[in-house]
């Protein structure tokens, strides 16, 4: 089972950015990251292949989210930028030994972090 440790979250002004890293135990595995806001259910953000040839975004982050991945270093990033207040959340990342059908769906992960919290003030 692979080990995943977040980091990289904090608070910041809306328009400003954050660079969250997800560091794993291995490396192979498709990633994603999720983010849950209270009383909210958990939503994909975004997701990158074993060899970074595919990604995955929601539309709500999609041109101010980017993720990557260093396998050399077993991890992946989140660059977020222009963020908005709607973007606080416990950021989360997952892992799945093989690519899913459904990439940012929660279901398609078993292996996931503790979370970052990233805040996002107006």
């Known amino acids: 089972q692979v080990q995943l440790v977040e980091s990289g979250g904090g608070s910041v002004q809306a328009g400003g950015s954050l660079r969250l890293s997800c560091a794993a135990s291995?490396?192979?595995?498709?990633m994603g990251w999720f983010r849950q806001a209270p009383e909210k259910e958990r939503e994909g953000v975004a997701a990158i292949s074993a060899g970074s040839t595919l990604t995955y975004y929601a539309d709500s982050v999609k041109g101010r989210f980017t993720i990557s991945r260093d396998n050399a270093k077993n991890t992946v990033y989140l660059q977020m930028n222009s963020l908005k207040p709607e973007d606080t959340a416990m950021y989360y990342c997952a892992a799945a030994p093989w690519a899913p059908a459904s990439p940012l769906s929660r279901l398609s992960y078993k292996n996931w972090g503790q979370g970052t919290q990233v805040t996002v003030s107006s």
């Open positions: 291995r490396s192979g595995d498709f």
